[in-house]
């Protein structure tokens, strides 16, 4: 995630956006539009817990990118 992120900012991306799907995942029309996508596994989450972990992921890549110790404590 931490590489991906520093491609997006290396790249000058201004904005990034993601969506998150239901029980069914995304239809075929947004994945064939996407630049990318991400899987948090084959379980299914509720909406409010996967906003969580991805902003959670996010942080952690960003603390990667910035050299702080954070995903290793």
Known sequence: MAERLANWRDRG??????????AEG????V?????????LGSLT???FLVRGM???????AQQILAGHPYHRE
């Open 54 to 60: 991805l902003l959670e992921q996010l942080y952690r």
């Open 26 to 29: 995304l239809g075929a029309a």
């Open 13 to 22: 991306n201004g904005a990034v956006a993601f969506a998150i799907g239901g």
């Open 31 to 39: 994945i064939e539009r996407a630049d990318a996508v991400l899987s």
């Open 45 to 47: 989450w509720p909406h």
